[in-house]
């Protein structure tokens, strides 16, 4: 059977009958992680909104001014997950969010067309394709795509946009000779009744149970993004239609407004601009870790002459990294002394250094790990990693006092 959806997919609302109407619970995923919804799973006699199937996403609407959540298929019948139940044999307004189903018919009936080109042109088979929230790929039998052989699909598909070729649906029975002819990638294990299919004037005839457009120029446009590389030896080929195009457009043109602004040129000059700014960055970065490592050195210089030296020498800088902290472990050199260096935000996170006698090391570095509620690893008189809890650090030289006076009472 096909849906009200399937048979006209221009219609926007319809009124039907409720048939049955049943507990059920829909798994969702967020930004929070995974939800259980509780609800119902309404069955119509007749359904506007199409349920998910042939790598097209379910719709959206509304029943009875009631979201629909989600629309899946059970054999000739299409569930509805409401968060409210609907009284069987009422009489319903059914609404269709059109914006996400023209979307989708651009989508689906663009990925035919493409499809269908890259065949005819470089005999290049289709294995599948994903409708995506914000692109769609078509994946293709072949470990690698030209420049030129994208160039070439893009502009024929374009074409026969502009050629306003139509684009028409039947159903034939299974039995059908002309079924063997048309494209396709088989039928559920669940199908019943007539074979769909979807055939673009003069260019391609494929089974489909999806949502597309009558004709080609309400695709408006097709633009290939390029390829990427896909899964055992196949390549992705990545494309938007209609709407999706424009909306692109017009990110690319607010990005390229916004850039022209920070960059003080116009478009044509963006890339070269960023490349100067790449490479003064790298000097600067350079620059700025030689004045590091002079810094270091010095500081060492001063700890190891300083007349606090011995013990537990601490120091904490705000500026700084694991390699600023090693040359001035480096430079002091001593096992005899407990050197306790830190880097980062005073009270936040940050990086941890602990170096001194071998033995010691081992044994204070995982407490000063746990102190710090951070993680890190060591060896040779050595013990650095991440510290969430920089505030901690006087406890951490509280530890290390302790243990150097144990030590020495021991002696």
């Not at 409210?84 to 009422?90: R, V």
């Not at 989708?104 to 065949?119: E, I, K, N, R, Y």
């Not at 374009?158 to 039947?170: G, Q």
């Amino acid at each position: 059977m096909a849906f009200r959806c399937q048979r006209d997919s221009y219609a926007r609302e319809f009124t039907t009958t409720v048939v049955s109407c049943r507990p059920a619970e829909l798994q969702t995923e967020g930004s929070n992680g995974k939800k259980v919804l509780s609800g119902f799973h309404v069955v119509l006699e007749d359904t506007l909104l199409f349920p998910e199937g042939g790598g097209q996403p379910d719709d959206r609407g509304t029943i009875n001014d009631i979201s629909v959540l989600r629309v899946t298929r059970r054999g000739e019948q299409a569930d509805h997950f409401t968060q409210t139940p609907l009284d069987p044999g009422s009489q319903v307004l059914v609404r269709v969010d059109w914006e996400r189903r023209f979307d989708h018919m651009q989508q689906h009936s663009g990925q035919h067309l493409v499809t269908a080109v890259a065949d005819h042109l470089f005999k290049l088979k289709t294995t599948s394709w994903e409708l995506g929230r914000f692109r769609s790929a078509i994946e293709l039998d072949t470990p690698s795509m030209t420049t030129e052989q994208v160039a070439a699909i893009e502009q024929s598909v374009n074409e026969k946009i502009r050629d306003r070729l139509p684009v028409n649906v039947r159903e034939l029975s299974l039995d059908d000779p002309e079924v063997e002819q048309v494209r396709g990638r088989g039928l559920p294990d669940d199908h019943a009744g007539p074979v769909r299919v979807v055939s673009i004037k003069g260019v391609d005839s494929n089974m489909c149970c999806g949502t597309h457009v009558s004709n080609l120029s309400d695709l408006q446009v097709i633009k290939i993004l390029g390829t990427e590389k896909g899964k055992k030896n196949k390549t992705n080929l990545i494309f938007l239609a209609g709407n999706r195009v424009l909306k692109w457009m017009e990110r690319s043109h607010g990005t390229e407004k916004a850039l022209t602004a920070l960059l003080k040129c116009g478009a044509e000059d963006h890339v070269e601009a960023v490349k100067k700014l790449q490479n003064s960055t790298k000097i600067l970065q350079k620059n700025n870790l030689n004045l590091l490592r002079d810094l270091a050195v010095h500081i060492a210089h001063s700890l190891r002459n300083s007349p606090d030296w011995g013990g537990v020498v601490v120091l904490h800088r705000k500026e700084g990294d694991s390699e600023f902290m090693n040359i001035i472990a480096n430079e002091i050199g001593s096992e005899e002394t407990l050197l306790f260096l830190t880097v980062g935000d005073e009270k936040g996170a940050g990086l941890f250094l602990l170096a001194g006698p071998p033995a010691s090391v081992e044994t204070l570095g995982p407490r000063v790990a746990e102190v710090l509620e951070g993680k890190g690893a060591g060896k040779k008189g050595r013990f650095q990693g991440k510290a969430t809890k920089m505030s901690r650090r006087t406890e951490v030289q509280a530890l290390l006092q302790d243990y150097i006076t144990t030590q020495s009472t021991k002696e």
